[in-house]
């Protein structure tokens, strides 16, 4: 069921049951009524008859996929999905909608600002959200992501890209264990354990440690530039 459709039953449910248990529900018009939940954004935009924002995300992702429309018009579309995935609900309803596969698919487009905007969608997405963290681990695009990090000829392109592992490995361990695998051939010193180990020897809750391994992505960003 759509998003704003299952709140929309819910609030009337809920508000059913606050005028049942209300005396003056059904005397007094002038009088105060406790209020129920207050409904979404979704929820409003279906009852006004409006898009849902799972309508926006998918058109709007339809849009950025399409071979029919010019680059920039692709290219608004992808920004309009950003501004909707900054809601966290909107990004943990990417599974449910089936947008993380077509959009981890972006990040390898031939076109590098395709490339760009579905890195920054992703940092967007798994931004401090570990269920959005989890699902792009199991998509396996941690690695696509330091490849572009590193070696993407375009300097936006490997900046969206770092921060989208920024986002991706902090607080979140497992993502860190991978990066880290992926990233120990290109010998990054801040991959390495204090004690001389290889791979598995960053906390990913040790915020230094994860800023060293950034601001040294970003350091080999930027000599590519030289």
């Given amino acids: 069921m759509d998003p704003g459709l299952n709140q929309l039953l819910k609030w009337s449910i809920e508000n059913a049951d606050v005028s049942r248990d209300d005396p003056t529900a059904s005397s007094d018009p002038k009088a ?19 898009p849902s924002d799972a309508d926006l995300m998918r058109e709007s ?3 950025v996929q399409s ?12 920004d309009n999905f950003e501004q909707l995935i900054e809601n966290m609900d909107n990004a ?3 599974q449910t909608l089936g947008l993380w596969t077509p959009l981890v698919g972006l990040l390898k487009s031939e076109e590098g600002e395709l490339r760009r905007m579905a890195a920054w969608c992703v940092g967007t997405a798994v931004q401090n959200n570990v ?11 941690i690695p696509t992501l330091v490849t572009l990090a590193l070696h993407d000829p375009s300097e936006p392109v490997r900046r969206k890209a770092i921060y ?31 004690d001389g180990g290889k791979h598995g020897g960053v ?8 800023d060293r391994i ?13």
Avoid: C, W
């Avoid at 071979?67 to 992808?78: G, K, M, Q, T, Y």
């Avoid at 950034?214 to 530039?225: A, F, I, P, T």
């Fill in 32 to 50: 105060e009524r406790p209020s129920g939940q207050p409904l979404n954004a979704d929820a409003l935009k279906v009852l006004m008859g409006g």
């Fill in 61 to 63: 992702m339809a849009a």
């Fill in 67 to 78: 071979p029919d429309i010019s680059l920039e018009d692709r290219l608004v579309a992808f």
């Fill in 92 to 94: 943990n309803n990417m």
């Fill in 131 to 141: 269920q959005a963290q989890e699902r792009l681990l199991v998509l396996g695009a």
């Fill in 164 to 194: 989208a592992l920024s986002s991706e490995i902090r607080n979140y361990q497992p993502a860190l264990d991978v990066a880290l695998k992926a990233l120990q051939p290109e010998g990054l010193a801040a991959t390495r354990s204090e």
């Fill in 203 to 210: 906390d990913a809750h040790e915020m230094e440690a994860v």
């Fill in 214 to 226: 950034v601001d040294e992505l970003r350091g080999r960003s930027e000599k590519r530039n030289g």
